[in-house]
Structure formats: structure tokens, C-alpha cells
Nanobody, 118 residues
Framework: QVQLVESGGGSVQAGGSLKLSCAGSAYSFNRCKMGWYRQAPGTERELVSTITSDGTTSYADSVKGRFTISRDNAKNTLYLQMNSLKTDDTAVYYC????????????WGQGTQVTVSS
């Protein structure tokens, strides 16, 4: 069964750090551009960051300079290092295969909750 499983969320105070992980069950994910999305209550899911198969990254303006996306293809795992967290970063974070060089459905993990308190 193909799946993505996020972990690493939790509750931190503003200014703190968390590192999220996303483990993929299929090595095909290594060929895809992967990304992190987040969704806060009452809002639409928004794109936070992406990384291509060769490591090119992009970030939403709201997290640029604070978050770092990375991947370990040998472990089939995607990461999101989040520093200088703000209360506005509170959301459920999801990973997904944003774009692949072959026809494939978009998989979503179950999400991991990040709560930042002031």
C-alpha cells in the first residue's frame, strides 16, 4: 500500500523549533517533487515548501528564512525544519507528492499537528 506518514509535530512556544518528517512507502516518491502543505482551522490548505528530486527548493514568503525543506532519498524521507516558530504557524502539516515525471495520483499523509503558543 502506497502511503505517506508524517511525524514530528507537537506544541512549542513562539521562537521554538520543530522538525517534521514524512516517510514514503514507495521509492517512486524519490523521483517526484515533494512538498509540505499546512491547514489552519477555517482556512484553505496552503503550500509551505517544495523540493525537487535533485534538491531545488522553494518556500512561501511567510516561512522563508525560518523553514528548511530537505529530503533523504536513501531513506525515502522528506523533512521540514521549522525555526523561529510563530503563532501563525499553528496548523496541521501535510506532505504530498507535488509533481512526478510519470502519471501518478497525489498522495497525502494523515497530517501532523503543530501548535505554537505565545
Amino acid at each position: 500500500q502506497v502511503q505517506l506518514v508524517e511525524s514530528g509535530g507537537g506544541s512549542v512556544q513562539a521562537g521554538g523549533s520543530l522538525k517534521l518528517s514524512c516517510a514514503g512507502s514507495a521509492y517512486s516518491f524519490n523521483r517526484c517533487k515533494m512538498g509540505w502543505y499546512r491547514q489552519a482551522p477555517g482556512t484553505e490548505r496552503e503550500l509551505v515548501s517544495t523540493i525537487t528530486s535533485d534538491g531545488t527548493t522553494s518556500y512561501a514568503d511567510s516561512v522563508k528564512g525560518r523553514f528548511t525543506i530537505s529530503r533523504d532519498n536513501a531513506k525515502n524521507t522528506l523533512y521540514l525544519q521549522m525555526n523561529s516558530l510563530k503563532t501563525d504557524d499553528t496548523a496541521v502539516y501535510y506532505c504530498t507528492n507535488v509533481q512526478c515525471p510519470f502519471a501518478w495520483v497525489k498522495y497525502w499523509g494523515q497530517g501532523t499537528q503543530v501548535t505554537v503558543s505565545s
